[in-house]
């Protein structure tokens, strides 16, 4: 029987490839349905500060979503990648405030605010590959997500961005794995998941 990583590892390479199927319009589409479905949200609405991500590759187009709930007047954080793994947070001062960061991301310019300011984010939305019903999250496999997201609180709505397909109903999971509380996706929207 395979263990959990390699549980992990096959249900990434299995997922990105069915990502890897998806053109720029679906993939633009679907960061467009997800803002949507996000700006309706009342405590998005209502954060004063939310801690997002600039997608890259074949995430789910998440750079309207940042720029809307920026021109809406949120304090919008941004990851940057440290070289140890774990996440610092700068935030979007609008589209001309990014740089270029590691592995083709692009990052916030602003002055870093340390990994601790993950926890001072009303709402946080997070990337992933997959999630269940129970609220287990898969991500790139790098841990960054896992280190940051447990300096959350226990009260702090956090949301995995996903496609539609991405909803399965089990995620391998592994203690240091930190649960989400609802996913978005295209065409459902807001799901609750676990105790919410
Ligand atoms: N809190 C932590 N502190 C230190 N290392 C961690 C922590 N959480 C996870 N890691 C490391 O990250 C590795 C990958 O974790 P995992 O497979 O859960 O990644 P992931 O959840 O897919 O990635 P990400 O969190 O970046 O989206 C783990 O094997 C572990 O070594
Ligand atoms: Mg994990």
Do not use: C
Not at 66 to 77: E, H, I, N, P
Not at 168 to 180: I, M, Q
């Amino acid at each position: 029987m395979p263990g959990v990583n390699e549980e992990k590892a096959g249900l990434r390479t299995r997922l990105l490839a069915a990502r890897a199927e998806l053109s720029a319009e679906q993939r633009t589409a679907a960061g467009r349905a997800v803002r949507d479905a996000l700006l309706d949200r009342p405590e998005v609405q209502m954060a004063g500060t939310i801690a997002a991500y600039y997608s890259v590759g074949t995430e789910p187009d998440t750079r309207g979503l940042v720029f809307a709930l920026w021109k809406r007047g949120s304090y919008v954080l941004l990851p940057l990648l440290r070289p140890d793994g774990d996440l610092d947070w700068a935030s979007y001062e609008g589209p001309d405030s990014l740089v270029a960061g590691p592995r083709g991301l692009l990052e916030p310019g602003e002055p870093p605010r340390g990994p601790g300011a993950v926890a001072r984010a009303d709402v946080v939305l997070a990337p992933a590959l997959a999630v269940d019903p129970a609220g287990n999250r898969l991500g790139r496999g790098g841990g960054s997500y896992d280190r940051a997201l447990a300096r959350v609180g226990p009260m702090i709505p956090l949301l995995a961005l996903i496609y539609d397909a991405e909803l399965l109903d089990r995620v391998p999971a592994e203690p240091h794995d930190v649960k989400v509380r609802a996913a978005v996706s295209p065409g459902s929207g807001v799901t609750v998941l676990g105790a919410g």
